[in-house]
């Protein structure tokens, strides 16, 4: 099943391609942080409220990119989005961030001191202000290096919607 694949791959990663479209239906497509994935959800962190963030108030659905790098597969997730700015979820999903923050830092630092990969950048240091991009995860594309496509539809999330 894809889902566990995909599972697999997000563990390892630390920002996914997140594409969107805006109202006169010019593409945007940047990288955002990677939080996690929790259930049938993408939780990712915009610092720059652009132009993701300004389409996604418009049309709240995106279409986000990730590679495995072992495989050279690669995966398009495709979702409804929910933009989460304030309140108590907000407050604890930051908190997630500010520690996966922390352990992401300490890790590019160790790498460089041990010299298995050199870094021009330790810190990733995001601003006070950030907001959340809850994605849905209603079907998923397994890119396969051959070209061929294989898709997956998460029928019980459509249905709920």
């Given at each position: 099943?894809?889902?566990?694949?995909?599972?697999?791959?997000?563990k390892?990663?630390?920002?996914?391609?997140v594409?969107?479209?805006?109202?006169?239906?010019?593409?945007?497509a940047?990288?955002?942080?990677?939080?996690?994935?929790?259930?049938?959800?993408?939780?990712?962190?915009?610092?720059?409220?652009?132009?993701?963030?300004?389409?996604?108030?418009?049309?709240?659905?995106?279409?986000?990119?990730?590679?495995?790098?072992?495989?050279?597969?690669?995966?398009?997730?495709?979702?409804?989005?929910?933009?989460?700015?304030?309140?108590?979820?907000?407050?604890r999903?930051?908190?997630?961030?500010?520690?996966?923050?922390?352990?992401?830092?300490?890790?590019?630092?160790i790498?460089?001191?041990?010299?298995?990969?050199?870094?021009?950048?330790?810190?990733?240091?995001?601003?006070?202000?950030?907001?959340?991009?809850?994605?849905?995860?209603?079907r998923?594309?397994?890119?396969?290096?051959?070209?061929?496509?294989?898709?997956?539809?998460?029928?019980?999330?459509?249905?709920?919607?």
């Amino acid at each position: 099943m894809m889902v566990k694949k995909l599972d697999d791959i997000l563990k390892n990663r630390e920002f996914a391609y997140v594409a969107t479209v805006s109202s006169k239906g010019e593409p945007n497509a940047a990288p955002k942080f990677l939080l996690k994935k929790e259930n049938d959800f993408l939780y990712l962190i915009d610092h720059v409220m652009g132009m993701t963030y300004k389409n996604l108030k418009i049309r709240p659905c995106a279409s986000v990119a990730v590679v495995d790098p072992n495989t050279l597969m690669g995966y398009q997730i495709n979702g409804s989005v929910e933009i989460i700015e304030k309140g108590m979820e907000h407050k604890r999903l930051l908190k997630e961030v500010r520690d996966k923050e922390i352990k992401l830092t300490a890790k590019r630092i160790i790498e460089d001191v041990r010299g298995t990969t050199h870094h021009e950048a330790f810190d990733v240091a995001f601003p006070e202000r950030l907001v959340v991009f809850k994605v849905r995860i209603e079907r998923i594309t397994e890119i396969r290096t051959s070209g061929k496509l294989k898709r997956e539809k998460l029928y019980h999330l459509l249905e709920e919607k």
